[in-house]
């Protein structure tokens, strides 16, 4: 990201069975604004990291079990 503009998360994560076949593949294309200076760029990729995992385990979790 760059200062007043936007901090960009884009990431592929994939799920895979006890028999190491792909179960799931889904990509994550987050973006949030960024502000000034880094206590802003730490806070918000926090947030950007917390969405990506709440992504993740409501994908996950509707998955059979």
Same mark, same amino acid.
């Given at each position: 990201?760059?200062?007043?503009?936007?901090?960009?998360?884009?990431?592929?994560?994939?799920?895979?069975?006890?028999?190491?076949?792909?179960?799931?593949?889904?990509?994550? @294309?987050?973006e949030v604004p960024l502000g000034k200076?880094? @206590? @802003?760029?730490?806070?918000?990729?926090?947030?950007?990291?917390? @969405?990506?995992?709440?992504?993740?385990?409501?994908?996950?979790?509707?998955?059979?079990?």
């Amino acid at each position: 990201g760059s200062w007043n503009k936007n901090l960009v998360l884009n990431a592929w994560w994939s799920v895979f069975n006890k028999e190491r076949k792909l179960v799931m593949r889904e990509r994550a @294309d987050l973006e949030v604004p960024l502000g000034k200076g880094y @206590d @802003d760029l730490a806070l918000k990729e926090s947030a950007l990291v917390a @969405d990506f995992a709440r992504q993740i385990a409501a994908k996950v979790s509707k998955l059979p079990k």
